[in-house]
């Protein structure tokens, strides 16, 4: 068996008490609160109690929210052996404006034990203590969670404060403490990547199990399929392309994932079909399921530019096309009305910058009547390469067999974007899923608390990588008449 800590424990961690109250119901989640006496959980600051919290003092509703989500968490995850969150509300960085709210992960990962599904794969500790049967290091804590003390306070977040009720009733300004916490104690359950997203790094060279369910349509690779760190690296940055092969979550996609995602569909005789991200306009119409297609042409002027700024040398090729314009110089609502006095059928505005996945195309004309999409510089540049070879076809449409932040497999995209996103790249589902998503990179403040379906993909995640392997929610197996394994990925 291997074992790696990857999380320094705090160095209150032996002056650590049990909290009162642990979760059980499938699993145990138990609190352990590593505060000083008269901070974080013991901060004796009186609070009015909430409908839904009693506590009377900050410390204590601070503590209710945690043992609440550990609760959530425990009836959901399936295990034998009790997990251990070490938690702390500490001062964090943080500035009048932003700041870190808090973060929470595995603080040990191991390999190899009895149980483990995958070979020479890395489990965190609570999955893998589940799997063994046993409390593989009772000497530290499963998953360690700090959060920060200061939101609100002069200098740190003003004008934002925790909300400490275990429903959905914050204000405006409100962080709902419980939501976060049901985020955070999903990474530490196995919600996490332990492969260095900025360096393709992986401990001790050893691929982590979140990472077996990981699927590049870029390079149309597993990620168990890379053999450098510098490809693993590049395959990070392959924004809308990097999706989750899990069969629970994409059989769950299917009732928790609204369809009708906005497309862009390429052909052309040497390479094919292939969708590209895009970014839609303000402007314009939306586009629709009947959709645009069109033969795509560059957009000239006299000056020999292709960014649709003045009206277009080569109009009479552009009736009845789909007009490739650069980003700049004059506003996307310029090039798109140039476009359109052109005759055009639509437009798709290829990014100056580096990077992606594309924003969508700002500003405000009533007068434009074809869409507009913005496609980013690496395929707006690789559109012009294959221009220069020959034709080729581009469909605009919305797709409502097809779900928003998954791939046409229903395979949910994960977070990666160019340039990489440290501690939310890979780790995420992409921000375009809806509804919002408990795991997206950012907390949204339409999340209800759910991490099951049909609202959340979550549980289906950790499903995926081992939990509930032996008893689904409602006691069934998988599929009738059917022992479902999970795909054992080609290495
Ligand atoms: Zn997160």
Redesign the pocket.
């Known amino acids: 068996m291997n074992k790696l800590l990857t999380l320094a424990l705090l160095s209150t961690f032996a002056g650590l008490a049990l909290a009162p109250a642990a979760a059980r119901a499938n699993a145990t989640i138990t609190i352990v609160n590593a505060n000083d006496p008269g901070v974080g959980f013991n901060d004796p600051t009186p609070a009015a109690p909430l409908a839904s919290n009693p506590g009377t003092t900050v410390g204590e509703q601070r503590l209710k929210v945690f043992e609440y989500a550990a609760a959530q968490w425990g009836a959901v995850v399936d295990s034998p052996v009790e997990i251990f969150i070490l938690a702390a509300f500490l001062p964090r960085t943080c500035t009048a404006t932003s700041g870190v709210l808090g973060s929470a992960g595995a603080t040990s990962i191991f390999s190899d034990f009895p149980g483990a599904i995958f070979p020479a794969t890395w489990y965190p500790a609570a999955l893998a203590d589940k799997l063994a049967g046993e409390d593989l290091d009772p000497t530290s804590a499963d998953i360690v969670a700090v959060f920060n003390s200061e939101v609100g306070k002069t200098g740190c977040l003003e004008g934002a404060s925790w909300y400490y009720g275990l429903d959905t009733n914050h204000g405006p300004a409100d962080i709902n403490l419980a939501t976060v916490l049901l985020?955070?104690f999903a990474?530490g359950l196995g919600f996490q990547s332990f492969v260095n997203t900025s360096t393709g790094a992986m401990p001790l060279d050893q691929l982590d199990v979140y990472s077996l369910f990981y699927f590049d349509h870029f390079d149309a690779l597993p990620r168990s399929a890379y053999l450098t760190n510098a490809q693993r690296a590049a395959s990070a940055l392959h924004f809308r392309d990097v999706v989750w092969t899990g069969p629970h979550t994409r059989r769950a996609a299917r009732d928790v994932l609204d369809g009708g995602s906005p497309s862009l569909q390429l052909e052309s005789r040497g390479a094919g079909e292939r969708r590209v991200a895009i970014g839609t306009a303000l402007f314009g119409p939306a586009l629709t399921t009947r959709g645009v297609e069109g033969n795509v042409v560059l957009g000239l002027d006299a000056a020999g530019t292709s960014l649709g700024c003045a009206p277009f040398a080569n109009a009479a090729a552009l009736r009845g096309r789909v007009v490739l314009v650069d980003r700049g110089t004059c506003t996307f609502t310029t090039k798109t009305a140039n476009a359109q006095a052109a005759g055009a059928r639509a437009v798709i505005v290829n990014d100056s910058v580096a990077g992606g996945p594309p924003p969508g195309l700002g500003g405000a004309d009533p007068t434009i009547t074809i869409p507009a999409v913005r496609v980013a510089k690496r395929d707006g540049d690789a559109l012009k390469a294959a221009l220069a070879a020959g034709r080729v076809q581009a469909r605009l449409a919305v797709d409502p067999g097809q779900k928003l932040g998954a791939d046409e497999r229903r395979q949910a995209m994960l977070n990666a974007t160019d340039p990489v996103q440290p501690g939310s790249s890979i780790?995420?589902w992409d921000p375009l899923t809806t509804p919002n998503q408990l795991?997206e990179?950012f907390i949204n403040d339409d999340l209800a608390l759910e991490v099951t379906p049909p609202q959340d993909l979550t549980s289906e995640l950790l499903r995926d990588i081992g939990w509930f392997t032996d008893r689904n929610l409602d006691g069934r197996p998988d599929f009738p008449g059917e022992v479902v394994r999970n795909p054992r990925p080609s290495r």
Do not use: F
């Open positions: 985020h955070e990474h780790s995420h795991m990179p």
